[in-house]
Protein backbone atom coordinates (compact mmCIF):
# COMPACT_ATOMS: atom_id res chain seq x y z
CA UNK A 1 0.00 0.00 0.00
CA UNK A 2 1.26 3.40 -0.56
CA UNK A 3 1.70 5.91 1.83
CA UNK A 4 0.37 9.73 1.79
CA UNK A 5 0.62 12.62 3.40
CA UNK A 6 -0.76 16.12 2.91
CA UNK A 7 -0.20 19.68 4.37
CA UNK A 8 -1.38 21.60 5.80
CA UNK A 9 -3.23 19.47 8.20
CA UNK A 10 -5.18 21.61 8.87
CA UNK A 11 -6.30 25.22 8.16
CA UNK A 12 -8.56 28.62 8.95
CA UNK A 13 -8.81 31.04 6.34
CA UNK A 14 -10.50 34.05 5.53
CA UNK A 15 -12.80 34.82 3.08
CA UNK A 16 -11.36 35.24 -0.27
CA UNK A 17 -8.08 34.07 0.13
CA UNK A 18 -7.22 30.83 -1.80
CA UNK A 19 -5.35 27.64 -0.26
CA UNK A 20 -3.10 25.14 -1.88
CA UNK A 21 -3.01 21.65 -0.40
CA UNK A 22 0.03 19.48 -1.13
CA UNK A 23 0.04 15.69 -1.42
CA UNK A 24 2.65 13.77 -1.05
CA UNK A 25 3.17 9.65 -1.84
CA UNK A 26 5.80 7.92 -0.96
CA UNK A 27 5.65 5.53 -4.11
CA UNK A 28 5.17 6.51 -7.99
CA UNK A 29 1.49 5.88 -8.84
CA UNK A 30 -0.54 6.28 -11.78
CA UNK A 31 -2.96 8.03 -10.94
CA UNK A 32 -4.47 10.84 -8.06
CA UNK A 33 -7.75 12.04 -6.41
CA UNK A 34 -8.47 14.87 -4.60
CA UNK A 35 -12.28 14.19 -2.55
CA UNK A 36 -14.41 16.71 -0.29
CA UNK A 37 -15.92 15.73 2.92
CA UNK A 38 -18.20 17.70 4.57
CA UNK A 39 -18.41 17.14 7.74
CA UNK A 40 -19.95 14.02 9.30
CA UNK A 41 -21.17 13.17 5.49
CA UNK A 42 -20.03 11.31 3.03
CA UNK A 43 -16.75 11.91 0.02
CA UNK A 44 -17.49 13.43 -3.41
CA UNK A 45 -14.53 13.07 -5.63
CA UNK A 46 -13.48 16.63 -7.36
CA UNK A 47 -11.49 15.71 -9.33
CA UNK A 48 -8.51 13.19 -11.09
CA UNK A 49 -5.35 14.80 -11.28
CA UNK A 50 -3.21 13.43 -14.36
CA UNK A 51 0.33 13.85 -14.71
CA UNK A 52 1.53 15.56 -17.44
CA UNK A 53 -2.54 16.74 -18.36
CA UNK A 54 -4.60 18.84 -17.02
CA UNK A 55 -7.03 17.12 -14.39
CA UNK A 56 -10.93 16.02 -15.28
CA UNK A 57 -13.02 17.40 -13.11
CA UNK A 58 -16.40 16.26 -11.69
CA UNK A 59 -19.92 17.08 -12.11
CA UNK A 60 -19.82 20.41 -9.69
CA UNK A 61 -16.57 21.12 -9.93
CA UNK A 62 -14.24 23.68 -11.94
CA UNK A 63 -10.74 24.50 -12.24
CA UNK A 64 -10.73 28.27 -12.13
CA UNK A 65 -12.27 27.17 -8.43
CA UNK A 66 -9.83 24.11 -7.77
CA UNK A 67 -6.86 24.60 -9.98
CA UNK A 68 -4.97 21.25 -9.72
CA UNK A 69 -1.63 20.21 -10.80
CA UNK A 70 0.36 16.60 -10.78
CA UNK A 71 3.97 17.58 -11.64
CA UNK A 72 5.55 13.80 -11.42
CA UNK A 73 4.04 10.46 -10.31
CA UNK A 74 4.68 10.74 -6.76
CA UNK A 75 3.22 14.57 -6.02
CA UNK A 76 -0.21 16.36 -6.38
CA UNK A 77 -1.40 20.07 -5.04
CA UNK A 78 -5.13 21.00 -4.88
CA UNK A 79 -5.97 24.83 -4.71
CA UNK A 80 -9.08 26.75 -3.35
CA UNK A 81 -9.43 29.82 -4.35
CA UNK A 82 -11.69 32.38 -3.72
CA UNK A 83 -12.92 30.54 -0.32
CA UNK A 84 -16.00 31.15 1.04
CA UNK A 85 -17.74 29.69 4.38
CA UNK A 86 -19.10 27.12 2.09
CA UNK A 87 -15.50 25.81 1.14
CA UNK A 88 -15.33 25.03 4.80
CA UNK A 89 -14.60 20.80 4.84
CA UNK A 90 -12.06 18.52 4.93
CA UNK A 91 -9.92 17.59 1.98
CA UNK A 92 -8.51 14.37 0.71
CA UNK A 93 -5.86 12.96 -1.61
CA UNK A 94 -6.05 9.51 -2.35
CA UNK A 95 -3.24 7.08 -5.10
CA UNK A 96 -4.21 4.86 -7.03
CA UNK A 97 -1.79 1.79 -7.42
CA UNK A 98 -2.23 -1.58 -8.97
CA UNK A 99 -4.67 -3.35 -11.34
CA UNK A 100 -7.21 -3.77 -8.75
CA UNK A 101 -8.25 0.01 -8.43
CA UNK A 102 -7.14 0.08 -4.86
CA UNK A 103 -7.37 3.38 -4.01
CA UNK A 104 -5.26 4.83 -0.44
CA UNK A 105 -6.17 8.30 1.34
CA UNK A 106 -3.88 11.41 3.07
CA UNK A 107 -4.96 12.00 6.73
CA UNK A 108 -6.94 14.91 4.95
CA UNK A 109 -6.75 18.64 5.55
CA UNK A 110 -9.57 20.54 7.39
CA UNK A 111 -9.96 23.65 5.67
CA UNK A 112 -12.22 26.39 8.11
CA UNK A 113 -13.50 29.58 5.89
CA UNK A 114 -14.17 32.75 8.31
CA UNK B 1 -25.28 13.53 -3.51
CA UNK B 2 -24.08 10.77 -1.76
CA UNK B 3 -24.68 12.18 1.82
CA UNK B 4 -27.76 12.05 4.11
CA UNK B 5 -25.93 14.78 6.69
CA UNK B 6 -24.83 13.83 10.14
CA UNK B 7 -27.55 11.46 10.87
CA UNK B 8 -25.07 8.43 10.21
CA UNK B 9 -26.77 4.94 10.56
CA UNK B 10 -25.37 3.55 13.62
CA UNK B 11 -24.72 -0.08 14.36
CA UNK B 12 -23.94 -0.59 17.90
CA UNK B 13 -22.61 -4.22 19.30
CA UNK B 14 -20.87 -5.93 21.78
CA UNK B 15 -17.30 -6.69 21.78
CA UNK B 16 -17.37 -10.19 20.89
CA UNK B 17 -19.89 -10.18 18.39
CA UNK B 18 -20.22 -11.02 15.35
CA UNK B 19 -20.74 -7.41 12.81
CA UNK B 20 -22.83 -7.17 9.47
CA UNK B 21 -22.18 -3.63 7.98
CA UNK B 22 -24.54 -2.90 4.24
CA UNK B 23 -24.74 -1.09 1.37
CA UNK B 24 -26.50 -0.87 -1.22
CA UNK B 25 -25.44 0.39 -4.50
CA UNK B 26 -26.76 2.18 -7.35
CA UNK B 27 -24.56 1.17 -10.98
CA UNK B 28 -25.50 -2.36 -11.75
CA UNK B 29 -22.42 -2.03 -14.54
CA UNK B 30 -20.13 -1.03 -11.21
CA UNK B 31 -16.98 -3.58 -11.40
CA UNK B 32 -15.07 -3.60 -8.27
CA UNK B 33 -16.36 -2.05 -4.85
CA UNK B 34 -14.35 -1.46 -1.97
CA UNK B 35 -15.05 -0.88 1.78
CA UNK B 36 -13.14 1.56 3.93
CA UNK B 37 -12.80 2.06 7.47
CA UNK B 38 -12.98 5.95 8.70
CA UNK B 39 -11.74 6.68 12.13
CA UNK B 40 -12.37 10.55 13.68
CA UNK B 41 -10.08 13.02 12.14
CA UNK B 42 -8.59 10.45 10.27
CA UNK B 43 -8.53 9.45 5.84
CA UNK B 44 -10.39 6.69 4.79
CA UNK B 45 -8.54 3.41 5.11
CA UNK B 46 -8.32 0.36 3.31
CA UNK B 47 -10.09 -2.62 4.66
CA UNK B 48 -10.99 -4.93 1.80
CA UNK B 49 -12.15 -4.85 -1.82
CA UNK B 50 -14.10 -7.31 -4.23
CA UNK B 51 -14.34 -7.44 -8.01
CA UNK B 52 -18.01 -8.11 -9.71
CA UNK B 53 -17.21 -11.37 -10.66
CA UNK B 54 -17.20 -12.57 -7.34
CA UNK B 55 -19.59 -13.51 -5.16
CA UNK B 56 -17.41 -13.27 -1.73
CA UNK B 57 -13.89 -12.62 -0.49
CA UNK B 58 -12.26 -12.76 2.98
CA UNK B 59 -9.76 -10.83 4.89
CA UNK B 60 -8.45 -11.07 8.25
CA UNK B 61 -11.85 -10.88 10.47
CA UNK B 62 -13.78 -9.21 7.83
CA UNK B 63 -15.85 -10.99 4.53
CA UNK B 64 -17.02 -8.83 1.93
CA UNK B 65 -20.31 -10.54 0.30
CA UNK B 66 -21.48 -9.06 -3.02
CA UNK B 67 -25.12 -9.88 -4.79
CA UNK B 68 -25.08 -8.54 -7.85
CA UNK B 69 -28.76 -9.33 -8.71
CA UNK B 70 -30.28 -7.13 -5.35
CA UNK B 71 -27.30 -4.88 -5.93
CA UNK B 72 -26.20 -5.52 -2.25
CA UNK B 73 -22.85 -5.37 -0.63
CA UNK B 74 -22.29 -6.04 2.83
CA UNK B 75 -19.16 -6.17 5.28
CA UNK B 76 -19.10 -8.76 8.10
CA UNK B 77 -16.52 -8.35 11.01
CA UNK B 78 -15.82 -11.13 13.46
CA UNK B 79 -15.44 -10.90 17.00
CA UNK B 80 -15.83 -7.11 16.68
CA UNK B 81 -13.14 -5.24 19.02
CA UNK B 82 -13.43 -1.69 20.38
CA UNK B 83 -10.92 -0.97 18.05
CA UNK B 84 -13.32 -1.63 15.21
CA UNK B 85 -15.24 1.32 16.19
CA UNK B 86 -15.58 4.05 13.11
CA UNK B 87 -17.53 5.17 10.34
CA UNK B 88 -17.42 2.44 7.25
CA UNK B 89 -18.22 3.48 3.85
CA UNK B 90 -18.64 1.32 0.82
CA UNK B 91 -17.51 2.65 -2.53
CA UNK B 92 -18.16 1.22 -6.12
CA UNK B 93 -16.51 1.90 -9.08
CA UNK B 94 -18.81 2.81 -11.69
CA UNK B 95 -16.49 3.07 -14.57
CA UNK B 96 -14.73 0.08 -16.00
CA UNK B 97 -11.38 0.75 -16.64
CA UNK B 98 -11.46 4.52 -14.80
CA UNK B 99 -10.50 4.62 -11.14
CA UNK B 100 -13.43 6.72 -9.78
CA UNK B 101 -14.89 5.75 -6.85
CA UNK B 102 -18.82 6.52 -6.02
CA UNK B 103 -19.03 6.62 -1.98
CA UNK B 104 -21.71 5.37 0.04
CA UNK B 105 -23.27 7.62 2.79
CA UNK B 106 -21.63 5.34 5.41
CA UNK B 107 -22.56 3.81 8.87
CA UNK B 108 -21.34 3.93 12.26
CA UNK B 109 -19.92 0.92 14.52
CA UNK B 110 -20.23 1.49 17.95
CA UNK B 111 -18.30 -1.29 19.81
CA UNK B 112 -18.91 -1.51 23.60
CA UNK B 113 -16.74 -3.39 26.07
Known amino acids: SAVISQKPSRDICQRGTSLTIQCQVD?????MFWYRQQPGQSLTLIATANQGSEATYESGFVIDKFPISRPNLTFSTLTVSNMSPEDSSIYLC???????????FGPGTRLTVT | GESVGLHLPTLSVQEGDNSIINCAYS??????FIWYKQESGKGPQFIIDIRSNMDKRQGQRVTVLLNKTVKHLSLQIAATQPGDSAVYFCAENREAGFQKLVFGTGTRLLVSP
Open chain 1, 27 to 31: SQVTM
Open chain 1, 94 to 104: SAGQGEGYEQY
Open chain 2, 27 to 32: NSASDY
